[in-house]
């Protein structure tokens, strides 16, 4: 098995223009408080929220570019949003490998983001099968 207990993995993402808008092309969500600039600062924030799940589309990034091996497959994702995420924030992405399944070849990964400030954007669990 390529993967050790506690092995740890980071990378870099930036919710950028380009993201943000085939995002919301490819979800079609047009909700106001990640489309409208007055509505979201009338709820307390200072610009539009990105979307959430953006981020599980960088966990999948992580996953399928990211390991040491491209014979992989999501069994499973859990994400908490805890803190939102604005335009262009450049989010520190970390992975841990938490534990490992040998009888059913599996992995898991406990994973956070963080925002430039230090806070954690989101955190979460992901489990993964490596393809015999």
């Known amino acids: 098995m390529e993967f050790q207990l506690n092995d740890c993995y980071k990378h870099q993402f930036t919710v950028t223009p380009d993201v943000y808008s085939h995002f919301q092309m490819c979800s079609n969500d047009r909700n106001p408080l990640h489309t409208d600039e007055e509505f979201a600062r009338a709820k307390g924030f200072p610009e ?21 091996t491209k014979e992989v497959i999501i069994h499973s994702q859990e994400i908490a949003f805890k803190n939102p995420v604005f335009m262009n924030e450049k989010l520190d992405f970390e992975a841990r490998v ?4 040998e009888a059913v070849n599996a992995i898991e990964f406990k994973y956070k983001f963080i925002k430039p400030d230090g ?7 992901i489990q993964i ?4």
């Open 98 to 101: 938490s534990s490992i399944y």
């Open 129 to 132: 099968g490596l393809l015999k």
């Open 119 to 125: 806070k954690i954007a989101a955190k979460g669990l």
């Open 48 to 68: 539009k929220v990105m979307y959430g799940n953006i981020l599980n589309a960088f966990v999948s990034y992580f996953i399928g570019e990211c390991l040491p």
